[in-house]
């Protein structure tokens, strides 16, 4: 007895057999840049009153490599302030090496910029948790991010916009 991904091959063909199953698989995935930065320690560190305002800006760009491989890379831009004082600062560049086989044109795009930074976007999360509590502060965990939602918003940004007429 034979054995696939899809089951038994005992029996006769398997549903949709003839068809190549889509295929997305994580072939590797680093930091690709990383900066953190603490200028005002270590004054910056004292217990504060004040809670810090945190901004954080993310964007996602993919490379292809090959027919099959895709580059994708989460930015992650951040920084914590008071006030009067910036506490913290960081840009992450994560990047995954991604193998795609067998998808419809129409939609490689949605799976490169949706699929693929969701699978990125926790071992995100986790350098950036990690190397603000080694700065010296509590843990930033981000929250999940909706890449839905940002794909739509970067499709509506290339769309041109109607011509209003007078």
Known sequence: MTTTNGGSAQGGPAPGAGQEQPQ????AQYIKD????????????NVRQEQPQIGIQINVAATPLS????????????KAETSST???????EFAGVFRIRNVPQESLNPIVMIECPR??????REVI???????????LLLDPVDFVSLYRQKM????????TGS
């Open 86 to 92: 910036l506490l913290f600062r960081f840009e992450l």
């Open 67 to 78: 027919e099959t491989d895709i580059e994708v890379v989460i930015k992650l831009d951040g």
């Open 24 to 27: 997305l698989t994580v072939v």
């Open 156 to 163: 509506a940004q290339a769309q041109p916009m109607p011509a």
């Open 129 to 139: 948790a990690t190397t603000v509590r080694n700065g010296g502060f509590p843990p």
């Open 119 to 124: 699978l990125l976007f926790p071992f995100a």
């Open 34 to 45: 990383f900066s953190f930065e603490n200028p005002n320690a270590p004054q910056s560190l």
